[in-house]
């Protein structure tokens, strides 16, 4: 298992930025894949990003491409997703996860993810 912990949300205004922070620690981090989900009220969870064990691949959900971009630090044990040009509805809680399996591809289901922090909250307003 892995601990997750997710930093940096907080209220920003629409077309502002913001970036949210994940460490992670009780695996060896570089070894898995790591993913961005968010969940507004009302609605279910939704796949936002992930991005492969190395680094190198990364893939977005239409809702955030080209305005999200996820990076990792595999010396900090953390990963790193910058959002810019927000909008009213990206606002939603952000959880970061851990992939189940080692050196795996870029998942974007749920199921795929063993391990998940306690979530922080983004808000954008008008």
């Known amino acids: 298992q892995v601990q997750l912990v997710e930093s940096g949300g907080g209220l920003v205004q629409a077309g502002g930025s913001l970036r949210l922070s994940c460490a992670a620690s009780?695996?060896?981090?570089?070894?898995?894949?790591m993913g961005w989900f968010r969940q507004a009220p009302g609605k279910e969870r939704e796949f936002v990003t992930v991005?492969?064990?190395?680094?190198?691949?990364?893939a977005y959900g239409d809702s955030v491409k080209g305005r999200f971009t996820i990076s990792r630090d595999n010396a900090k044990n953390t990963v790193y997703l910058q959002m810019s040009s927000l909008k009213l509805e990206d606002t939603a809680v952000y959880y970061c996860?851990?992939?189940?399996?080692?050196?795996?591809?870029?998942?974007?289901?749920?199921?795929?993810?063993?391990?998940w922090g306690q979530g922080t909250q983004v808000t954008v307003s008008s």
């Open positions: 991005i492969n064990w190395s680094g190198s691949i990364t």
């Open positions: 996860a851990a992939a189940r399996t080692y050196y795996g591809g870029v998942y974007q289901k749920e199921a795929d993810f063993g391990s």
């Open positions: 009780g695996r060896t981090f570089s070894q898995y894949a």
